[in-house]
């Protein structure tokens, strides 16, 4: 751990002077850690979480190696054009969590915050926002984002896209699940399409993107297989791989990566043995960092996340062969638009599905959807016969920890669902 913070200090101290220094030492740093995951995996992680790993590193560095080549994203931007376009896609909360991870966001947090941002705006967006105007992220070649689940979106594209002066896409997606909005946002993703094009003078065949869309298809359906597989089976899990999920079920769907990974998981669940101790789902964010879900998760037996509904955020029951829609499908009945209800309706079913003996709704600060929506969940959950803990916290800055409240919390929770085993 010294070694991190030495490193984040680093970081820090050249962001002040020599900003693309810095920007070399964090691409430096992430690549000797992926170094690390290939040669030296978590023996404990099956290999498909070992995989993930390496591949989410991977997401991480070509941003950074090949800015020219990029484009920033909102974590449920439909992908598959960027990547016929040729742009690998970097996006608010996963970079925030790597910049957490090497244990240096405060000094942008505190810098977003120094330039007017609200205190109360998220924190992965404010982490972003001020490693940004400090000169640690590259200028891409464009912005490409929705305002779906997060209004912080609005805020933090606009004003990137003024301080690189690029082009910018926007998607907007209504609220009500309705054939009419599906027809709308596929309208939008259509004229996504030329606007790519001029943006990296390169031509996108539609054929190609067909086949994309289905290999994302096959993706889904493969992840909801194995959600289902792993109901009465013991996955050893840590805090970050429900994470990745997360994130590769997003920005790299529709990728060959994307679909092995999912194949890996499929592969490793036939082979893994019966269930041990107790299977927890997760609502909205983990606080990877903190030492408290640590001591209570961190490849433990007694306890395993066995998901986080930042992976399942899709509805695969909607499908259509027109690739436009098919994504935009995805958007307009996404579990986290619309009312809350929708949410917590996915989550009870993915909690069942995954074979859950207790939730965790996590307040992640900052978060006004997540936040409001904790007391009618943890009503419905149990009326659904999933004991729920409301969690508050922060997925992103330390300085919200609230550790011994964690601690007490989360361990007490856990004990009651032995008990609550046995009755």
Not at 145 to 150: D, E, K, Q, R, V
Request: with cysteine; net charge negative.
């Amino acid at each position: 751990m010294e070694i991190v913070k030495t490193f984040g200090n680093y970081i820090e101290k050249w962001c002040e002077t020599s900003p693309e220094r810095a920007r070399w030492l964090l691409k430096t740093g992430w690549e000797a850690q992926n170094l690390k995951f290939r040669f030296l995996p978590e023996g404990q992680l099956n290999p498909s979480d070992q995989y993930l790993a390496g591949m989410m590193m991977n997401v991480m560095t070509q941003p950074l190696k090949h800015p020219e080549s990029s484009v920033m994203v909102s974590v449920f931007t439909p992908c598959e054009l960027l990547q016929e376009a040729g742009l690998y896609p970097y996006n608010v909360e996963s970079f925030s969590c790597y910049l957490a991870a090497s244990q240096v966001e405060r000094p942008f947090l505190q810098g977003a915050e120094d330039s007017g941002i609200s205190e109360t705006l998220c924190s992965y967006h404010k982490t972003f926002i001020g490693a940004a105007e400090k000169g640690l992220l590259p200028k891409p070649k464009c912005i490409v984002y929705t305002n779906l689940a997060c209004d912080a979106n609005l805020l933090t594209f606009h004003r990137l896209a003024e301080f690189f002066d690029i082009p910018v896409f926007s998607i907007d997606i209504p609220s009500a699940q309705t054939p009419a909005n599906v027809s709308y946002v596929a309208t939008q993703l259509r004229a996504l399409l030329p606007f790519l094009e001029k943006v990296t003078d390169r031509t996108i065949d539609e054929s190609k993107l067909k086949e994309r869309l289905a290999r994302s298809r096959r993706t889904l359906q493969n992840y909801d297989k194995f959600q289902s597989a792993r109901a009465d089976k013991y996955i050893p899990s840590d805090l970050v791989s429900p994470l990745y999920s997360g994130m590769t079920n997003n920005i790299l769907l529709g990728t060959e990566e994307e679909e092995l990974y999912t194949q890996k998981l499929l592969e490793d669940v036939s082979k893994a043995p019966a269930k041990k101790g107790r299977h927890i789902y997760w609502m909205h964010t983990i606080p990877f960092w903190s030492e408290a879900v640590k001591d209570a998760l961190l490849l433990k037996e007694e306890a395993q996340i066995v998901g986080c509904e930042l992976a399942q955020v899709a509805d695969i029951t909607k499908h259509s062969e027109d690739p436009y829609e098919e994504m935009a499908l995805r958007l307009v009945y996404h579990a986290l638009n619309g009312p809350v209800s929708r949410r917590i309706e996915a989550g009870i079913r993915h909690a069942k599905q995954a074979g859950a003996d207790g939730v965790v709704w996590f307040n992640h600060w900052g978060c006004k959807h997540t936040l409001g929506g904790s007391r009618i969940a943890k009503k419905r959950f149990e009326e659904a016969g999933i004991p729920l803990l409301i969690l508050d916290g922060d997925g992103c800055d330390r300085s919200h920890g609230g550790e011994g409240q964690t601690s007490t919390r989360l361990g007490a929770f856990l004990e009651m669902l032995g008990d609550f085993d046995h009755e």
